[in-house]
């Protein structure tokens, strides 16, 4: 499964039709969501009666076939203008509140995992973002691959060439199964959801293994010496978002400071807020771009990746670096990492996150029982090694995965106890990974910490 997502450039008219099936799609989700919470408070109050289960209310189904018949029951009083755009639009609505419906029942029951879901919530015209998603009917892409053709819209010309899709779909190796229809700051895109037949593919290193230990002053750093820095897009946008934001603060918003109700807001206000918008999708786009090459490049080149089990959420809780940390997207890159690998015929072995890696001598296995994140260079005081503490630890991560095999030892090292008495031994090392003694040439980094802190360091 793959999608492919395409900017549009639509006209005025096919703007408003967008914005009117998408309209649909709220209202159909609030309704239904009425109907169920009314049923569901009814039923509560019948049982405080004293009221037998055989005799309640009956219940509204939360599947989205159940959802679909009571809204052709009612269509016609609560829509009249519902065939005015497609049955897709009523569909989309329905089953976002099935989905949402069946994650809070599997929440309270324990059947998901992470944090609790809450009840579904109505959708508000200006917080929910515009969407629509098409499912049957014509979708296809046009012979000049500058145009799809949507039921109920017709024929919408493309932004950029689809041509990558295009050929999929001509040499019988795509199917398109959805087209998803958003606006997102501003501006229209469609997302093809693709059934692609892939072909076997190899790294360019079938037997390379490479450890990635990724940070706030470097976003990446690998085994094998290479370093990716980090652009910090958010931090390069500040000036230009707290500008934005200021002027936006000058004019009169949706809400009234001084009575807290809803008002109006001014037309500056919504043009303010609009290039706000584009700038904050500038910045993802950017960060977006960035991950991608990175990804990309590993993946097509080493056939094990290894990875640390990051707790991004517990790290984010730092008020002074959750900025930083999140404009980095640890999660992204382990995120794309995860199918790029099985897409060039790699694996991704994720390291324990209580493993030690910063902590341990990558020459001889030794760990030290403390190392302050200020101290940007790793000491071993056993085999006198010198390294930088990022290159350290990402050639720690790299010899948890034995060279060739692709198979884990017990402990990630091939040994029974993390530290070896008597100094330095010999040790079965990843081409490129430095000798016991060796000396390191990164000189030790000050200023901002390249990770936030954590159990594991």
């Given at each position: ?66 959802l ?10 609560v ?40 009840f ?12 629509v ?10 012979p ?62 079938p ?27 958010l931090d ?22 001084a ?17 706000l ?30 990875v ?25 890159i ?6 790029k ?71 990630g ?5 993390k ?18 003694g ?20």
């Amino acid at each position: 499964m793959q999608a492919y997502r395409f900017a549009l450039d639509l006209t005025p008219g096919q703007e408003r039709d967008l914005a009117r099936h998408a309209g649909a799609a709220r209202k159909a989700h609030n309704w239904a969501l009425d109907r169920v919470k009314a049923v569901m408070a009814q039923r509560a109050a019948e049982r405080s009666y004293g009221i037998g289960d055989d005799q309640l209310t009956p219940a509204v189904g939360w599947t989205l076939p159940a959802l679909r018949r009571e809204w052709n029951q009612v269509k016609d009083e609560v829509a009249p203008w519902w065939r005015e755009c497609s049955k897709e639009a009523y569909n989309t609505g329905l089953d976002a509140l099935a989905r949402a419906l069946k994650n809070w029942s599997d929440s309270r029951c324990g059947k998901r995992a992470g944090r609790l879901v809450g009840f579904p919530r109505r959708k508000s015209k200006r917080r929910t973002t515009p969407s629509v998603r098409f499912t049957t009917g014509v979708i296809r892409v046009a012979p000049d691959r500058k145009h799809v053709t949507l039921p109920r819209l017709g024929t919408i010309k493309l932004h950029e060439s689809a041509r990558k899709l295009a050929r999929r779909l001509e040499a019988g190796t795509a199917r398109i199964l959805s087209a998803t229809v958003r606006r997102e700051a501003g501006r229209w895109h469609v997302a093809f959801t693709c059934e692609v037949e892939r072909s076997d593919r190899k790294p360019s290193r079938p037997t390379g293994v490479v450890g990635v230990d990724v940070g706030i002053h470097r976003l990446a750093v690998l085994s094998t010496g290479d370093v990716e820095p980090n652009p910090r897009h958010l931090d390069a946008a500040q000036r230009s978002l707290r500008r934005l934001g200021r002027a936006m603060a000058r004019k009169r918003g949706p809400y009234d400071p001084a009575t807290r109700t809803r008002i109006t807001a001014s037309r500056r206000w919504e043009r303010t807020s609009k290039r706000l918008s584009r700038q904050h999708a500038r910045v993802a786009n950017l960060r977006r771009d960035g991950l991608h090459k990175l990804t990309t490049r590993l993946a097509g080149e080493y056939a094990t990746i290894v990875v640390e089990d990051l707790n991004v959420a517990g790290m984010v809780r730092n008020r002074r670096l959750a900025r930083v940390i999140s404009d980095a997207g640890f999660g992204e890159i382990r995120r794309q990492l995860a199918y790029k690998t099985v897409w060039n015929g790699g694996q991704l072995v994720t390291a324990d996150r209580w493993y030690p890696s910063s902590k341990t001598c990558s020459g001889c296995g030794a760990v030290k029982p403390k190392l302050p994140l200020r101290i940007r260079t790793f000491t071993c005081q056993a085999c006198l090694l010198v390294l930088d503490r990022d290159l350290n630890a990402a050639r720690n991560l790299a010899q948890l995965v034995v060279a060739g095999s692709g198979s884990e030892t017990v402990n990630g090292r091939g040994a029974d106890r993390k530290t070896r008495p008597g100094g330095p031994v010999a040790v079965k090392r990843l081409p490129g990974t430095a000798s016991a003694g060796q000396t390191g040439t990164a000189p030790p980094q000050g200023g901002t910490a390249d990770h936030a802190p954590t159990s594991a360091s």
